[in-house]
T-cell receptor, first 110, second 114 residues
Framework: LAKTTQPISMDSYEGQEVNITCSHN???????ITWYQQFPSQGPRFIIQ???TKVTNEVASLFIPADRKSSTLSLPRVSLSDTAVYYC???????????FGKGTSLLVTP | ETGVTQTPRHLVMGMTNKKSLKCEQH?????MYWYKQSAKKPLELMFV???????ENNSVPSRFSPECPNSSHLFLHLHTLQPEDSALYLC?????????????FGPGTRLTVT
């Protein structure tokens, strides 16, 4: 499984755009990049997934450069309810499961 | 509501007790997972079942015994646990096993071993 590195914590004010970058230098050709969100005492929830370039959904955008050695999760105009831990995962299509690292703890304040 | 339910939500047990955690998914998925999340630690994958067959056992002690009687139900049988086994136990399911497929998590069982 490709190893991922992301900041331990980030702080933001309400209404700002938050970008969380994840490094995955040894990503393999078959690997997809997936981001999950977890609130305290709850299970993680899928946010977005991509393979290359840019992916956007109603919640976030995911930017992946051509070399795919990193990715950036972008959360537009965060609110207090976006305070959570965000996990970057890299997993191959045919592998069994994903490896959740320590994640990035995002704190949004007024 | 993710379509994955877990019972009980909270469990306190002594080290000599035997208990079971139950997970049920209503999504028609073929893969199910058990994760452990200790305080201040990342999620640890424990077991993976694909089409009711165990396909991964992530070096979990034998005091944890999984059971998957069908593709909708997953159990984790617990016996002679240690205090360090106190954690949030999460069940998840996905369409099929694989890093590509979105995993749907249940709310978890908060286990305390005394």
């Amino acid at each position: 499984l490709a190893k991922t590195t992301q900041p331990i914590s980030m702080d933001s004010y309400e209404g700002q755009e938050v970008n969380i970058t994840c490094s995955h230098n040894n990503i393999a050709t078959n690997d997809y990049i997936t981001w999950y969100q977890q609130f305290p005492s709850q299970g993680p929830r899928f946010i977005i997934q991509g393979y290359k370039t840019k992916v956007t959904n109603e919640v976030a955008s995911l930017f992946i450069p051509a070399d795919r050695k990193s990715s950036t999760l972008s959360l537009p105009r965060v609110s207090l309810s976006d305070t959570a831990v965000y996990y970057c995962l890299v997993g191959e299509f045919s592998g069994y499961a994903l490896n959740f690292g320590k994640g990035t703890s995002l704190l949004v304040t007024p | 509501e993710t379509g994955v339910t877990q019972t009980p939500r909270h469990l306190v047990m002594g080290m000599t007790n035997k208990k079971s955690l139950k997970c049920e998914q209503h999504l028609g998925h073929n893969a199910m997972y058990w994760y452990k999340q200790s305080a201040k630690k990342p999620l640890e994958l424990m077991f993976v079942y694909s089409l009711e067959e165990r396909v991964e056992n992530n070096s979990v002690p034998s005091r944890f015994s999984p059971e998957c009687p069908n593709s909708s139900h997953l159990f984790l049988h617990l016996h002679t646990l240690q205090p360090e086994d106190s954690a949030l136990y999460l069940c998840a399911s996905s369409l099929t096993s694989g890093g590509y497929y979105e995993q749907y998590f249940g709310p978890g069982t908060r286990l305390t071993v005394t």
